[in-house]
């Protein structure tokens, strides 16, 4: 069974990730519309590995891309 401690990371994800997909992947709208600030977002882009192209497959990998993509 997973931790609560995981299942709200993985809840947390695939909501930055939802957002992401919605603000077309720009993070200062995304931020917004999650209620949190751009540097806290960054910060939990990098901590869950989300990456544009890696998203929209369902894999989480680097997050390089996601800032090189602009």
Known sequence: MDSLRMKVSEIEKEEITR???ESNWVMARAARTLGITERIIGYKIR???IRKGAAETGMAESTREVFNSK
């Open 19 to 21: 957002a992401l997909r």
């Open 47 to 49: 901590k869950y590995g």
